[in-house]
């Protein structure tokens, strides 16, 4: 991939999700924003259009494409709409990239499949309710009985979790303690509807209202022990590089979202008129569109280096946290500017600024904090830990 250019391939692909996203998306997220609701018939299109499977082989159902095509889907949906490119972002980086990148044959022949064609979803089990960027502390214990794990904890804010296709849940547990001491950290594959596995509330969120996030509670909760995903105790390192990976997606995202403000203000400063001009006349909002473009373009460039990077399998980790946090910021900012462009419109559900705004926050925050990134490049760096 040239880090600048796109090949036919992921043009085509592009164009095609851009479409699907204005034609069959756009006209009706709003409702089910409004109401809460999860798009069910939405998010089967997608699976029909092979947009689970981007990433994954064919040999279990999958494109046979990369993980940069999964974020130009994810831009060009966030530009209308950030809950439907959620749902997709966690469905095949932490859903299904965990069983594909560190499970056994058994599993991915088991669960791929149906994840790839978008008929069922999965969900990775991370954050709890007193430990979110701190997930070494990790509180939900595992141990092994009579050749079954039996798992006992709370996760919080999981997204995919509770909707009618989840088909499984990969959570971290504490299963011992490491050679010199601390928490030797696992992961293991919890089908949905297992005994002892209970989900819990449905949050209501100030954002992304039309995904699905729920709290989950392991009480007693036993699965075979074949169902340990990777090698035992490696749990916590697994996750940090699919949270690396993920961050590029949640970049790409945060740049559909951040690009959508500049779409939707440009369309309103040409319409909307004030004092006997449209309001795109006037330098003020001319300036400040020109900026929101800026941003967005600086932090599309900052996500396809990251993801130029992590295919040509050099080291990636500073310039994902670098994506994240610059195309986070963007996002945010946009959408604040872009609600002003808009004025007392912008304070509308109605219009699709007010939704931007209310899921720009959560960018800042989900897959690793502001903090978090600013953190891991100093680190990078060479700066003390």
């Known amino acids: 991939m040239n880090r600048h250019e796109l090949s036919t391939e992921h043009a085509d692909l592009r164009a095609a999700v851009e479409e699907f996203a204005r034609t069959e998306v756009a006209p009706v997220i709003g409702d089910f924003y409004e109401r809460g609701a999860f798009p069910y018939g939405i998010v089967a299109k997608m699976g029909r259009m092979g ?22 889907a994810l831009e060009e949906l966030a530009r209308v709409d ?12 932490l859903g299904a990239m965990p069983i594909h990148r560190f499970g056994s044959r058994e599993q991915k022949e088991a669960y791929l499949p149906a994840l790839c064609r978008g008929e069922a979803l999965g969900a990775f089990g991370l954050t709890e309710p007193d430990g979110g960027s701190d997930a070494g502390a990790t509180k939900t214990t595992a141990h092994v009985a009579e050749g079954q794990w039996v798992i006992n904890g709370t996760k919080a804010f999981i997204t995919n979790s509770g909707t009618d296709i989840t088909s499984l849940v990969t959570v971290t547990a504490v299963t011992g303690e490491r050679e010199g001491g601390g ?13 002892g596995f209970t989900v819990g509330q449905h949050y209501s969120k100030v954002g992304w209202n039309a995904s699905d996030t729920n709290e989950l509670v392991f009480d007693g909760c036993r699965v075979p022990e074949a169902n340990l995903v990777g090698e035992r105790g490696r749990g916590y ?23 959508g403000c500049v779409d939707e203000s440009v369309r309103y400063a040409r319409e909307r008129r004030a004092f006997g001009h449209s309001i795109g006349a006037y330098q003020a909002i001319q300036f400040k569109i020109a900026d929101m473009e800026s941003r967005a373009h600086t932090a599309r460039l900052a996500y396809y280096d990251a993801a130029s990077r992590m295919l040509a399998g050099e ?20 959408a604040r ?32 904090t502001s903090e978090v990134q600013r953190m891991l490049i100093a680190r990078d760096l060479g700066l003390p830990a």
């Open 51 to 72: 947009l689970f499977g981007l990433p994954f082989p064919e040999e279990y159902g999958g494109m046979g494409g990369d993980y940069f095509a999964l974020c130009l």
């Open 337 to 368: 500017e872009a609600t002003q462009v808009f004025g007392g419109y912008g304070f509308m559900n109605d219009f699709p600024v007010g939704r931007f705004y209310r899921d720009a926050k959560i960018l800042e925050i989900g897959e690793g």
């Open 82 to 93: 950030s809950s439907v490119a959620i749902t997709l972002e966690a469905g095949v980086s």
């Open 237 to 259: 390192a697994q996750f940090l590089r699919i949270l690396d990976e993920g961050r590029i997606a949640i970049a790409a995202l945060s740049v559909g979202l951040a690009q």
């Open 315 to 334: 080291p990636f980790k500073r310039q994902a946290a670098i994506a994240k946090l610059v195309a986070s910021n963007a996002a945010m900012d946009n």
């Open 183 to 195: 928490p030797e950290i696992s992961a293991i594959l919890v089908p949905a509807g297992t005994p």
